[in-house]
């Protein structure tokens, strides 16, 4: 397509770099800025600009942060004595919107994966050994919040191998059937892992 | 939800304000740009500040153009006798790329719409009275290439109103069943107008 201007072929082929955004839905965004006021735009640029160059990492979990130490591992009334070890930072959004867990988190940045060429050394881990090494005596458990795919899986595996050392104790997110799940609507392979990790009831 | 960062925060708010990119697909979008290199962002950023503060509209047909006139406009191999109101850029580019339009365009920059309340004022309809006014003798026919919306019915109509005095051919894209369509599937407005607006053989 032969764009109008090269403002805006070259502002469409940016905006299209972005995953999930043709160069149809870019073009749209690109005359919805402009027939907004400059300040939009300014505000936009002003806004990534700012995340992008000023942003700081945790020093020990790894999460996004605005300081040195982020909000969760800052406060005082965290569990120490747990570390759930996830993939990113959507994860701990996530785990946080449930409101069930107190602990601490570590993120890894990703998971192994061959393929995409991403190693254990393109990941947070020896940053994880380190921590864990550091409060020896206060981290209890570590539980592993990765995805349920093959990467996730093999991920979880060198984690245990290498935590093995410490002896904490080494725990997994359940899986199973979905709350408000149906059986006979659930894959064979989630049914199968939800039987093999059936939970005891508790009679009292 | 509570980012871990204002910075993050800040920038899924401005992201979120675009049409059609909601606060999930927004953090997607920044947990993106944090993972490539600086350069990234900086690029797209110059490329949407270059775009709204250097962007310049054509003297004569109102589209996005790099200079005061458009290519459109400044070229000589297009006919200048035909003018085709449309709606915005995007129309033009779609008429662009059927290759069976040779002539100029002029772009209203939206349609009337009393809801939205856009008027005959806020639309670049003076200056298409006037370009025909300064080009009498040239223009010979106007043709409407606006969305088939109540919207843009009514702009056609004030259009057409507006036009009389000039004595130009007045036309309308056709409407009719897509090429490729199946009767059956038609919704039954179309199909209506497409029988009334019904084509002559040619019968050699």
Redo the contacts between chains.
Sequence with gaps: ????????E??V???S?????GKK?A????????KEP?G??????E??????????YCKDCH????DEV???CASHRRDRSIICVVE???D??AI??TAQYTGLYHILGGVISPIEGIGPSELNIDQLLQRIENNKNEVKEVIFALSPTMEGDTTAFYLTKKLRQFGVKISTIARGIPIGGELEYTDEITLGRSILSRTAYQQD
């Design positions: 397509m032969e764009y109008p201007s090269r403002l805006i070259n502002a082929g940016e905006i770099k972005l995953p999930g955004i839905t073009l749209r965004l690109v005359l919805h800025l402009l400059e939009t735009t300014a505000e936009l640029t806004a990534l600009t700012e995340l992008r160059t000023k942003i700081k999460n996004i942060s605005d982020c909000n969760i990113d930072t959507r701990v959004l946080e919107n």
